[in-house]
């Protein structure tokens, strides 16, 4: 990947032959395929083993959110063939170490999804880990009631978490004609799900942020 931020397909469906299909038709479109969380639960790890076999050179995520069973979970994601696994930072620093461990032993990487109340000592402790991608979330909803989903103060605080040597991951809400709000940021990748995948048409949703993206970064 380059600088310029890449884009993850969330493939959060319960159906893995829906998943499957829209892949088949974004692949080439997106950087990241994201094994969502309802997904993982449906299919289980079959989801991640059908997609590395379709598509043996893509980053692939398991979004699994480990809360606890680091090591044991990041396991059963890795050999499946996922890069990347997720893990919540509310949990334990015993489970996110144990994951830590799993990933660097498999050549991946773990992405730590922030909760509301992180503090500046768990962050340093992620760092210490070896962490290097943390996925900062804002909430669709928000927008819907006439907020800000991005707000000054969530643009600050991804620039803050890069400042710190963070891969930062973006998520909530994203669209094509959100991604200009981040420019100049560092953003590392950009997560959209429905977006794409609920679009009339997948592949011409998942170039449309490509052509964003490169316009906005470029």
Known sequence: MTSRPALQLALDVQDLQQALAVTEQVHEAVDIIEVGTLLCLSAGMDAVRQLRDLYPNATILGDVRIVRAGGKIAEMVFDAGANWVSVVGEAPMETIAAAAEVARSRGGEVQVELA?????T???????????????HSTAEVGATGGSVWTPEALKTIRAF??????????GGITPDTIPVFAGLPVFVFIAGRAIWAADDPAAAARRFGDVIAETFD
């Not at 509301?116 to 500046?120: I, L, S």
């Not at 402790?125 to 290097?132: F, P, S, V």
């Not at 890069?162 to 998520?171: E, L, N, R, S, Y």
């Open 116 to 120: 509301d109340n992180w503090t500046d």
């Open 122 to 136: 768990q962050v340093m402790a992620w760092r210490d880990l070896g962490i290097e991608q943390v996925v900062y």
């Open 162 to 171: 890069a400042d710190m040597g963070f891969k930062v991951t973006v998520t």
